[in-house]
């Protein structure tokens, strides 16, 4: 299984790139290596990696950068590797669309715990055309939703927005990211149409199926999909 499962690593540092290397092969990953930050964008565009594995420390761009420019053209889990211990900096990571942070040095059972994690929270919507939690089901070819077969209508903002939240099922979605996923890089300009489309379509799914808090909100930081 694990075979068909490509991370990218994206380190500068030789001997990390050799050991990360080996210990994903010998759990049976595929694995892909860049040593700059353009380079990891690119392999992200060729290659279409499952997990991304980012050190911060890069020679040409920011970590950061690196972060932004794949969050613009993909939805792959990114852990985050880095020397640094900052709240503010996995604040503002976490933020830009980063899934998990591991700071050096860090165990090897450790990492391959959260890129499992990180695996089970990213639904692959090219392979999984049918999601499923309770009386919700999402058919992600045809674009529509029923609850207990009847039908809800969704508008495309509210589709994007509830698509984005299988996409990471069970795991909080920032409310940047969301801005940034629905409506483009520069996208603060909407930030107060979010809560009302989110409020329209906890509505309209909440009270059509019975199911309390199916979207939770953390309180300033963004959203979460309950799975059932």
Known sequence: MNQNTKILVIDDE?????????????????????????????????????????DLGLPDLSGLAVLTQI?????????????????????????????????????????????????????NLKETTIYQNGALKIDFNTRTVTIDQAPIK????????????????????????????VWGTYAYEHSHYLRIYISQLRRKLEIQSNMQNLIITEQGVGYRLDVA
């Not at 969704?154 to 984005?164: A, N, Q, S």
């Open 14 to 54: 030789k001997s990390i790139r050799r050991f990360l290397e080996l210990s994903l092969e010998a759990q049976q990953y595929s694995v892909l290596l860049a040593s700059t930050g353009q380079d990891g964008i690119q392999f992200c565009k060729d290659y279409h990696p499952d997990v991304v594995i980012l």
């Open 71 to 123: 969050r613009m053209i993909s939805s792959v889990p990114v852990i985050i590797l880095t020397v640094q211990n900052s709240d503010q900096e996995k604040e503002t990571l976490l933020d830009a669309g980063a899934d998990d942070y591991l700071t050096k040095p860090f165990s090897m059972t450790e990492l391959l715990a959260r890129i499992r994690v990180a695996l089970r929270h990213s639904v």
């Open 154 to 181: 969704l508008t495309k903002t509210e589709f994007d927005l509830l698509k984005i939240l299988v996409k990471y099922a069970g795991k909080l979605v920032t409310q940047n990211q969301l801005l940034k996923e």
